[in-house]
C-alpha cells in the first residue's frame, strides 16, 4: 500500500499590525519584524506611508469601499506573507474586526495533519494603542468610565444618544471637518456650552490639541487623524432625556399620531428589547416607538413601517433628531409591506390591526421566543386582542392615564382614552400555529 499523500501546509496567517502617528519608531520588535519579512503589504495611503524602505514587501493601497473589496485581495495574494496595516489597535473599530468576519470561524483555525495537534490561527494581531488609549492618558480620564462614539463612516447624528450633561465622551472623528460638525450637532441639541477639546496626531511628533466650547468654535479644520473629547454641558433651558423608555412627547415632531409617554415606557417594557434585536414597529405615526427601542443599546435594530409618505418622513426626522439615524423606515402598507423584511424579534402594532391578515402575519414572522405587542384604543380592534389572548395567552392589559387640569379655581383628574394591550411570547412550533389565529376583516 502506497503511502498516503501528506497533509498540505497550513496557509501562512495573515499578520495584522497597529501602528500609531509614531510610525515605525514608535513599533515594538515583533511588529517590524512581521513587516520586514512580509511579501505584501495592505493598508491605507497614509499608513504605508510611514513604513521604511526596508519594508521591501509589495504595497497595496487599500481600495474603496474597504469591506468588499477584503475577500479579493486576501485570494489575490493566497500563498504570500500578507501584513495588514491598522490604525492603533486593530480590534478597536479597526480593520481586525473587518479581517474577522470575513474569514469564517473554519478559516480561522486550520486543523494540522495530526489529529491531536494545536490549530494554526489565520490571523495574527499585532496592537498598537489606540488613539483612545493616549487621549485618556492626556486627558487624565479612566478608560472604563469613559464613552467611546465612532463616526468613523457614520452620521454625526449618532453623537446625539449619547449627550447628557456631565457626560464625558471620546469621539472618533471621520476627517478633518467632524470637529466643527460636532460643534454645530451639540449646538443644535442645547449642548453649546459643552467643552470641546481637539487632539490631533495622537503619540506623534507633531501632535496638538485646540480647545473651546461647541457654542463658540471656530478653529479651523483639524488634521484628519483627531480624536474629540467632550465634557456635555446642557444649556439652560434644554430639556433633559433620559436613558429609559418615556422621552417626553414634546421630544417628538407629531400630528397628533404617537403613542403617548407614559404608554409609551409600559409598551417598550412589555417589548423587552435586547443588545443586537430587531424590532418591527408597524403604524409607526412618528417612531416613538422604534426611536426608543433603538436607544435602548447601541446594537438594537429597528425598523418602522408607514403607509403615510409624510409621517414616514417625520419618523426619519424624529430618528436622526433623538440619536438613532440608523432606524430604517418602510413606506408601504401592512401586512403587503412586510413581504422580504428580516426576521424581527419583536413586533409592535400600533396601527391598522383591523387590515386583513395583519396579526396572522406578524404572528407567523416570529420566531420561537418572539415577543408581540399590539396597542389599542378602539372596540373592533379590542375584540381581535381579547380573542388572541384567549388562543394563545400572554397578558391583556388596559392602561388608562389621566392628568390633573384647571378646573375653574380647583384642579381636577382629565382622563385620556383607556389603551388596551396584547403582549405575548411565541411558544415552540409544536404549539398552535399561525392559522389559529382570528382572521381579521375590514372594519366599517
Given at each position: 500500500?502506497?503511502?498516503?499523500?501528506?497533509?498540505?501546509?497550513?496557509?501562512?496567517?495573515?499578520?495584522?499590525?497597529?501602528?500609531?502617528?509614531?510610525?515605525?519608531?514608535?513599533?515594538?520588535?515583533?511588529?517590524?519584524?512581521?513587516?520586514?519579512?512580509?511579501?505584501?503589504?495592505?493598508?491605507?495611503?497614509?499608513?504605508?506611508?510611514?513604513?521604511?524602505?526596508?519594508?521591501?514587501?509589495?504595497?497595496?493601497?487599500?481600495?474603496?469601499?474597504?469591506?468588499?473589496?477584503?475577500?479579493?485581495?486576501?485570494?489575490?495574494?493566497?500563498?504570500?506573507?500578507?501584513?495588514?496595516?491598522?490604525?492603533?489597535?486593530?480590534?478597536?473599530?479597526?480593520?481586525?474586526?473587518?479581517?474577522?468576519?470575513?474569514?469564517?470561524?473554519?478559516?480561522?483555525?486550520?486543523?494540522?495533519a495530526v489529529a491531536d495537534g494545536p490549530p494554526t490561527p489565520?490571523?495574527?494581531?499585532?496592537?498598537?494603542?489606540?488613539?483612545?488609549?493616549?487621549?485618556?492618558?492626556?486627558?487624565?480620564?479612566?478608560?472604563?468610565?469613559?464613552?467611546?462614539?465612532?463616526?468613523?463612516?457614520?452620521?454625526?447624528?449618532n453623537l446625539a444618544r449619547a449627550l447628557y450633561d456631565g457626560?464625558?465622551?471620546?469621539?472618533?472623528?471621520?476627517?478633518?471637518?467632524?470637529?466643527?460638525?460636532?460643534?454645530a450637532l451639540l449646538r443644535d441639541r442645547g449642548f453649546g456650552?459643552?467643552?470641546?477639546?481637539?487632539?490631533?496626531?495622537?503619540?506623534?511628533?507633531?501632535?496638538?490639541?485646540?480647545?473651546?466650547?461647541?457654542?463658540?468654535?471656530?478653529?479651523?479644520?483639524?488634521?484628519?487623524?483627531?480624536?474629540?473629547?467632550?465634557?456635555?454641558?446642557?444649556?439652560?433651558?434644554?430639556?433633559?432625556?433620559?436613558?429609559?423608555?418615556?422621552?417626553?412627547?414634546?421630544?417628538?415632531?407629531?400630528?397628533?399620531?404617537?403613542?403617548?409617554?407614559?404608554?409609551?415606557?409600559?409598551?417598550?417594557?412589555?417589548?423587552?428589547?435586547?443588545?443586537?434585536?430587531?424590532?418591527?414597529?408597524?403604524?409607526?405615526?412618528?417612531?416613538?416607538?422604534?426611536?426608543?427601542?433603538?436607544?435602548?443599546?447601541?446594537?438594537?435594530?429597528?425598523?418602522?413601517?408607514?403607509?403615510?409618505?409624510?409621517?414616514?418622513?417625520?419618523?426619519?426626522?424624529?430618528?436622526?433628531?433623538?440619536?438613532?439615524?440608523?432606524?430604517?423606515?418602510?413606506?408601504?402598507?401592512?401586512?403587503?409591506?412586510?413581504?422580504?423584511?428580516?426576521?424581527?424579534?419583536?413586533?409592535?402594532?400600533?396601527?391598522?390591526?383591523?387590515?386583513?391578515?395583519?396579526?396572522?402575519?406578524?404572528?407567523?414572522?416570529?420566531?420561537?421566543?418572539?415577543?408581540?405587542?399590539?396597542?389599542?384604543?378602539?372596540?373592533?380592534?379590542?375584540?381581535?386582542?381579547?380573542?388572541?389572548?384567549?388562543?394563545?395567552?400572554?397578558?391583556?392589559?388596559?392602561?388608562?392615564?389621566?392628568?390633573?387640569?384647571?378646573?375653574?379655581?380647583?384642579?381636577?383628574?382629565?382622563?385620556?382614552?383607556?389603551?388596551?394591550?396584547?403582549?405575548?411570547?411565541?411558544?415552540?412550533?409544536?404549539?398552535?400555529?399561525?392559522?389559529?389565529?382570528?382572521?381579521?376583516?375590514?372594519?366599517?
Amino acid at each position: 500500500m502506497s503511502p498516503a499523500p501528506p497533509a498540505p501546509a497550513a496557509p501562512e496567517p495573515v499578520s495584522v499590525v497597529g501602528i500609531g502617528a509614531d510610525g515605525w519608531d514608535g513599533l515594538p520588535a515583533a511588529s517590524r519584524q512581521a513587516l520586514r519579512t512580509a511579501e505584501v503589504l495592505i493598508g491605507g495611503a497614509r499608513q504605508l506611508a510611514l513604513l521604511p524602505a526596508e519594508c521591501a514587501g509589495e504595497r497595496v493601497p487599500w481600495p474603496s469601499p474597504l469591506r468588499p473589496a477584503v475577500p479579493g485581495l486576501l485570494a489575490a495574494h493566497a500563498g504570500r506573507r500578507i501584513c495588514v496595516l491598522a490604525s492603533g489597535d486593530p480590534m478597536f473599530h479597526g480593520i481586525g474586526r473587518t479581517l474577522t468576519e470575513v474569514l469564517s470561524e473554519q478559516e480561522l483555525e486550520q486543523e494540522q495533519a495530526v489529529a491531536d495537534g494545536p490549530p494554526t490561527p489565520r490571523l495574527r494581531i499585532l496592537p498598537h494603542p489606540s488613539s483612545v488609549s493616549y487621549a485618556c492618558a492626556r486627558l487624565g480620564w479612566p478608560l472604563e468610565d469613559t464613552e467611546v462614539v465612532t463616526l468613523v463612516g457614520r452620521p454625526t447624528e449618532n453623537l446625539a444618544r449619547a449627550l447628557y450633561d456631565g457626560h464625558r465622551l471620546l469621539v472618533l472623528s471621520a476627517g478633518a471637518a467632524t470637529p466643527a460638525e460636532v460643534a454645530a450637532l451639540l449646538r443644535d441639541r442645547g449642548f453649546g456650552p459643552t467643552r470641546m477639546r481637539v487632539l490631533e496626531q495622537l503619540g506623534g511628533p507633531r501632535e496638538r490639541t485646540a480647545r473651546g466650547t461647541a457654542a463658540d468654535w471656530d478653529a479651523p479644520p483639524a488634521d484628519p487623524l483627531n480624536v474629540i473629547a467632550l465634557d456635555c454641558r446642557r444649556a439652560p433651558g434644554t430639556p433633559p432625556l433620559a436613558t429609559v423608555p418615556g422621552l417626553p412627547d414634546a421630544a417628538y415632531e407629531h400630528d397628533g399620531q404617537l403613542t403617548k409617554r407614559h404608554v409609551r415606557a409600559a409598551t417598550l417594557a412589555a417589548l423587552a428589547p435586547a443588545p443586537g434585536e430587531l424590532l418591527w414597529d408597524i403604524g409607526g405615526g412618528s417612531g416613538s416607538i422604534a426611536v426608543e427601542w433603538l436607544r435602548a443599546h447601541r446594537t438594537c435594530r429597528a425598523l418602522s413601517v408607514e403607509r403615510d409618505a409624510v409621517r414616514a418622513e417625520r419618523i426619519g426626522r424624529n430618528a436622526r433628531s433623538l440619536g438613532v439615524p440608523a432606524l430604517r423606515v418602510v413606506h408601504g402598507s401592512a401586512p403587503a409591506a412586510l413581504e422580504g423584511l428580516p426576521t424581527p424579534d419583536a413586533v409592535f402594532i400600533g396601527g391598522g390591526l383591523t387590515a386583513p391578515g395583519l396579526l396572522a402575519a406578524c404572528w407567523a414572522a416570529l420566531p420561537a421566543g418572539g415577543r408581540i405587542v399590539a396597542n389599542t384604543v378602539t372596540l373592533e380592534s379590542e375584540a381581535l386582542l381579547a380573542d388572541c389572548h384567549r388562543r394563545h395567552g400572554g397578558e391583556l392589559v388596559r392602561l388608562a392615564v389621566s392628568h390633573a387640569v384647571p378646573v375653574g379655581g380647583f384642579t381636577g383628574w382629565r382622563q385620556a382614552m383607556p389603551v388596551t394591550q396584547w403582549s405575548a411570547v411565541k411558544p415552540p412550533a409544536a404549539s398552535p400555529s399561525p392559522s389559529d389565529l382570528p382572521q381579521e376583516t375590514e372594519q366599517p
